[in-house]
């Protein structure tokens, strides 16, 4: 479904899109490994909060744990993303090789989800085997890495088709 948004409306929610902010607190645990609660720092003024879960799995053939900095940067075609730029936290094992970590992330409400970036940046090194993104009213997507990322770069995959202008 898609909505037809005013010229305002698109302002703003661009301009939240520039100015939005994240930060990383545990709050239950699933499973093994915790989940982890990002909630990213716009107005609910100017533009409408939605929930994201995003389901992370490390490869077996990982480092045994990473303390490099991760961060994720996901969106759609219309340029609306959510970016979380510090999901890591080294004291709590979090991307341990063969372990699967959950998040759930609070942000602007985007249309369906079509790409998704990693950024590692450190010495220890990671390989994630694949990320799963459920989103509200939306089938949940999922990105294959299986490789090691490079240090300091965004590194991922866009399947977004051009939207007409």
């Known amino acids: ?45 100017t533009a409408r909060s939605c929930s994201y879960t995003l389901s992370i799995k490390t490869s077996c053939s990982s480092t045994k744990y990473t303390r490099d900095k991760i ?50 940046v450190g010495s220890d090194g990671w390989k994630p085997e694949s990320v799963k993104v459920y989103g509200p009213d939306r089938p949940a997507i999922t990105f294959k890495y299986d490789k090691f990322l490079p240090n300091g770069v965004w590194f991922g995959f866009n399947h977004c088709k051009k939207r007409p202008v």
Do not use: W
């Open 71 to 120: 961060s994720v940067a996901f969106g759609d075609s219309y340029g609306f993303e959510v970016h979380a730029p510090r999901l890591d936290n080294p004291s709590s094992k979090i991307f341990e090789s063969c372990s699967t970590d959950t998040f759930q992330i609070r942000g602007l409400c985007i249309y369906e989800i079509c790409y998704l970036n990693l950024k590692r």
């Open 1 to 45: 479904m898609v909505m037809k948004m005013g010229g305002h409306l698109l302002f703003l929610s661009l301009a939240v899109f520039f100015f939005s902010f994240c930060q990383a607190t545990s709050i239950t645990s699933t499973s093994t490994k915790s989940l982890f609660f990002i909630e990213t720092n716009q107005s609910a003024a």
